[in-house]
């Protein structure tokens, strides 16, 4: 465990927020200070004069920034929300309101940031699922850094949650090593790799035939419980078994070579050419 905790990283890639200073100095003194990093943390902020998110790591798993760590400090600044409305789920309330800003949002603003959000943005802390009603700037993109005013009351949201869940990857965008033959895909590994984290996380409502792209793999909703939809709970039950789902177009291009084949065959048991026949302005050929 204390090796595990004092990994040092290879690489640290710095993503700095609004004005921030870039100086490399100032942002190893920073890391160093905290010890341990992960990808999402957020570190610094006023009195400081230093704030930035922690990107990609080598190790992926986080580590201490030393002096052997190659570290890339980012030339664009993430833009910075003045102020955020975070609201709750019903489903998942937990307590009371100053609980949950306290024990959920505040450490997943300072632990869970991974790129730019506005309005709409679902997230979860421990269980506990919010939504982001409202930012300010209005429909910016952008992070919330220390000075960013974060408001935690309001209705909580209503939702039906679904029972269950039943999802395909499209073959032409799954990776080979959750293809268990041409009629089944690894379900176990896609459900703790993919489809889990990301609903965990996402909370919106979800519908049959609806299609969703988690990390560059393309998934289609094969069936939900209600059947008029609703969304993710930690009680909702995932499922991804089945064969995997060819692409429309892939279909497309597969059905003229068919067609051609059977007019071929066709003509050959009629003894006649294969050549079209004449125009003859729509007339009925055949006798």
């Not at 609980?99 to 421990?126: C, R, W």
């Not at 429909?139 to 209503?158: H, L, M, N, R, S």
């Not at 609903?199 to 519908?207: A, C, G, P």
Request: net charge negative; with cysteine; charged share 25%.
């Amino acid at each position: 465990l204390f090796l595990f905790c004092t990994m040092s990283l290879k690489y640290a890639r710095i993503h700095p927020i609004g004005k921030s200073s870039r100086d490399e100095g100032l942002v190893r003194a920073e890391l160093a200070e905290i010890g341990r990093v992960e990808t999402g943390w957020r570190v610094g902020g006023a009195p400081k004069t230093v704030e930035f998110i922690v990107g990609n790591l080598d190790p992926e798993g986080g580590g201490v920034v030393s002096a052997a760590t190659s570290l890339e400090i980012d030339t664009m600044e993430l833009p910075i929300h003045e102020k955020v409305h975070i609201l709750p789920f019903q489903d998942t309330f937990a307590y009371n309101y100053d609980n949950m800003y306290q024990n959920h949002i505040v450490p997943f603003l300072q632990t869970k940031q991974v790129g730019l959000f506005s309005e709409g943005f679902d997230f979860a802390y421990d269980g506990v699922r919010f939504r982001v009603v409202g930012v300010v700037p209005e429909g910016k993109q952008g992070v919330a850094g220390a000075d960013t005013q974060v408001f935690y009351e309001g209705p909580p949201i209503q939702r039906v949650v679904l029972t269950q869940l039943h999802v395909l990857p499209y073959e032409s965008s799954l990776p080979e090593q959750y293809k268990k033959s041409k009629l089944a895909v690894d379900d176990v590994a896609l459900l703790r790799d993919y489809v889990q984290p990301h609903f965990d996380n996402h909370s919106s409502d979800i519908v049959r035939g609806q299609e969703v792209t988690i990390r560059d793999v393309r998934f289609k909703v094969i069936s939900v419980e209600p059947k008029d939809g609703g969304g993710c709970g930690k009680d909702t039950v995932l499922i991804c078994k089945g064969m995997p789902l060819r692409d429309a177009a892939a279909n497309a291009k597969a059905k003229p070579k068919a067609k051609a084949a059977t007019r071929l065959s066709a003509a050959q048991v009629l003894g006649k050419s294969s050549e079209p026949p004449p125009d003859e302005g729509g007339k009925c050929l055949v006798s």
